[in-house]
């Protein structure tokens, strides 16, 4: 069944919710009317940040699914091998090495110190003197609230945004302390920048974390029937999307968690389909890049290169730059290099 909010429904909903929520959605919205794209000139860098959260590079074994060359064919015909431990390549528009995710720091490297180190260029999980796992609660806000990467871009002069679609009832959740707060969203909160949601979707000019919009943002199943089904999109027009939006913002993020749930889950046939969706996503993005942006993909984590263990790896994690600035990330040794880079290059 597809469910359009009609003005309606959304009338319902404002009135059903606390107005600090209603204001929040409000200013969202209108904040995205006034968002205007750069009008900029096709000699500045953009970068396009696609995240994919739990992907490290591992060994080749049965417990491995990028040892498999059909879980990722385009990409490892691109770079000319698979993601696996030690890749590593440079050319004038492509560098792929290795980058370090424990950051010094004892334990499993977690989804909120990594992604916060990788969006702020500081040590979050020596911050912290730990690794969190899961929303950036607490003191990583504060990092994020001085070192966001979209704050600072903006400090630039530049633009930002997140291109991943939002739903409502996210906004509820959080307001009645029922989710927490992702590093991303706060990123964009602390930024002042507004959300993409279902209007934005239909527009063509938002993606779902899963990009193909299969299953709504909101995981528990009440949101699942209150969301309900979208209109699905493949992943080569998600990737179309993606690199059109990037040719208007300084930068632009995507993040995709498909890849750490299928590791969590210790399902070969489950990591291998996100892979290759991942793939044609990838592809689809590169075939559409503008000439001035450069892809830019990391992760926060391994996770899916062993299904032998449900937890993270402690593997390092790819580091993967493609266009015109992609020598600029050849120093990168680990996740707190890759913000500071962007910013370099803007
Ligand atoms: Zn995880």
């Given at each position: ?333 680990d996740l707190t290099s890759i913000a500071p880079q ?5």
């Amino acid at each position: 069944m597809t469910q359009h909010v009609t003005s309606q429904q959304t009338a319902h909903l404002q009135t059903a919710h606390p107005a600090s929520v209603q204001q929040e959605i409000r200013s969202q919205r209108s904040g995205l009317s006034h968002s205007r794209p750069e009008n900029q000139s096709h000699s500045q860098s953009n970068i396009l940040l696609v995240f994919l959260d739990g992907v490290g590079l591992g060994e080749v074994n049965q417990s491995n699914p990028l040892s498999q060359p059909q879980a990722m064919p385009f990409l490892s015909d691109y770079l000319g091998q698979r993601l696996l431990k030690g890749a590593a390549l440079t050319t004038a528009n492509v560098t792929l090495k290795p980058i370090d995710a424990t950051l010094g720091v004892e334990g499993l490297p977690q989804s909120a110190s990594g992604q916060t180190t990788i969006y702020t260029g500081q040590n979050a999980a020596k911050f912290l003197g730990r690794h969190q796992s899961g929303f950036a609660n607490g003191s990583l806000r504060q990092l994020i609230d001085q070192y966001g990467l979209f704050s600072k871009a903006i400090a630039l002069n530049r633009t930002a945004t997140l291109a991943n679609a939002y739903s409502p009832e996210y906004f509820y959740a959080i307001a009645a302390r029922k989710r927490r707060y992702s590093v991303c969203t706060l990123l964009n909160l602390s930024a002042g920048l507004p959300f993409r949601m279902q209007y934005e979707y239909e527009q063509g000019e938002a993606i779902f974390w899963d990009i193909v919009g299969a299953v709504p943002p909101a995981r528990n199943a009440r949101s699942l029937k209150q969301n309900g089904a979208r209109a699905p999109i493949t992943p080569a027009v998600a990737g179309e999307r993606l690199a059109r939006l990037s040719d208007r913002y300084g930068v632009t993020l995507f993040e995709c968690y498909l890849s750490d749930y299928a590791g969590h889950a210790q399902d070969w046939n489950q990591a291998v389909a996100c892979m290759q969706r991942i793939d044609r996503f990838l592809e689809s993005v590169i075939a559409h890049l503008p000439a001035h942006v450069t892809l830019v993909i990391t992760s926060d984590h391994g996770n899916i290169e062993d299904l032998s263990t449900k937890r993270h790896t402690l593997n390092k994690v790819p580091l993967i730059a493609i266009g015109p600035q992609a020598q600029s990330f050849s120093k990168s040794k680990d996740l707190t290099s890759i913000a500071p880079q962007i910013l370099a290059v803007l």
